[in-house]
Nanobody, 126 residues
Framework: QLHLAESGGGLVQPGGSLRLSCAAS????????IGWFRQAPGKEREEVSC????????YYAAPVKNRFFISRDKDKHTVYLQMNSLKPEDTGLYYC???????????????????WGQGTQVTISA
């Protein structure tokens, strides 16, 4: 089982940037598709982005497209989510998880059960 840990959240003003990290203690993360999800208070968890195991494919949900960018550093066994032009509606608890991918290595926003980290809080407020 892949254990993941998120970090990098914080309080930022609208228009600001944050970089979230999703780290694993072993190199298994390097061969897994990883996705980011978020949950705002009182709302359902929603998709944010995912990256395939070989970084050849990435997906972005419409609300974050062209503002958020996902990447991975295999040397550090870490997947990053660079978040720019942040808006108050981006506020929430952000989670990373191992997600499924197709045979063609396209990531899907379908998490494996039990693969969730603890989350990192992102708050966008003036």
């Amino acid at each position: 089982q892949l254990h993941l840990a998120e970090s990098g959240g914080g309080l930022v003003q609208p228009g600001g940037s944050l970089r979230l990290s999703c780290a694993a203690s072993r190199s298994t993360l390097d061969y897994a598709a990883i996705g980011w999800f978020r949950q705002a208070p009182g709302k359902e968890r929603e998709e944010v982005s995912c990256v395939s195991s070989d970084s050849g494919h990435a997906y972005y949900a419409a609300p974050v497209k062209n503002r958020f960018f996902i990447s991975r550093d295999k040397d550090k066994h870490t997947v990053y989510l660079q978040m720019n032009s942040l808006k108050p509606e981006d506020t929430g608890l952000y989670y990373c998880a191992r997600v499924r991918q197709t045979v063609q290595k396209e990531c899907l926003m379908k998490p494996y059960s039990g693969s969730w980290g603890q989350g990192t809080q992102v708050t966008i407020s003036a």
